[in-house]
């Protein structure tokens, strides 16, 4: 049930499993469209080093690409990325067990930040629709501290898979989350996409969060039995 009744239809362009799982479970409803983007061709492109702005650009790459295709008319898309920076570098996704292992081994007992761009695509017809035709992004940003950790334990987490295809090579919604001692910041930024990054987005292009929020399953309204 959308409790706006609205019609308004938001996809995500991305093929992050973490993220569409955060959506749903804010109650968030919405549709994923992969993009085809090649990110080191994006970076190369611009040449963008700063993590900060990497993290925005290839969130922007992400949901142009999808909102360029038939299947996106008349919807919002979001497209987001994320980019760890430690000691001053950016590490995107490590996909190597060597580059995680040479990664976590430095991470062990230290901290850095974790940022995740947003950017937001209205596609609707902007007579028909009342499509803003805003085009607009934001980056959320988080500290992560990490526990130290053994190599043995690091091993064993790199032996899972789960850190390859991260980025920073760790998750905090997952077996990751043991070596998180803390975080300072939104903690959804961490995981790739930040709630409240999105509704700041959607009102700049005019659309309210609440459009989008469906019933969660065995969720009740407050009072009633």
Not at 52 to 68: G, M, N, P
Not at 71 to 91: K, N, P, T
Not at 164 to 173: N, V
Not at 179 to 192: M, N, Q, S
Request: proline letters at 4%; a negative charge; one cysteine or more.
């Amino acid at each position: 049930m959308n409790y706006a009744g609205s019609v308004t239809r938001l996809i995500l362009a991305s093929q992050s499993p973490a993220r569409t799982k955060l959506l749903a479970e804010a109650g968030i409803e919405h549709e994923v469209l992969v993009s085809d983007v090649d990110e080191d061709a994006v970076q190369e492109r611009y040449g963008v080093t700063d993590p900060h702005d990497t993290a925005l650009l290839l969130a922007r790459a992400k949901a142009e690409a999808v909102a360029s295709l038939p299947e996106a008319e008349g919807a919002l898309v979001l497209g987001c990325d994320s980019v760890f920076e430690f000691d001053g570098e950016s590490h995107g996704k490590p996909y190597t067990v060597d580059v995680a292992r040479q990664r976590m081994l430095r991470m062990s007992g230290s901290s850095g930040v974790l940022h995740t761009g947003h950017w937001l695509v209205d596609c609707r017809d902007t007579d028909d629709d009342g499509g803003s035709g805003a085009t607009l992004g934001s980056v959320a940003s988080a500290e992560v501290h990490f526990m130290e950790m053994q190599l043995a334990e690091i091993d064993a987490y790199i032996a899972t898979g789960e850190p390859l295809h991260c980025a920073g090579s760790f998750t905090i919604d997952g077996l990751g989350g043991a070596f998180i001692r803390k975080v300072d910041g939104d903690p959804h930024a961490v995981i790739g996409l930040s709630v409240s990054t999105l509704r700041s987005l959607l009102a700049q292009a005019n659309v309210s969060i609440t459009e989008f929020w469906q019933d969660l399953p065995g969720s009740a309204i407050p009072g009633e039995l």
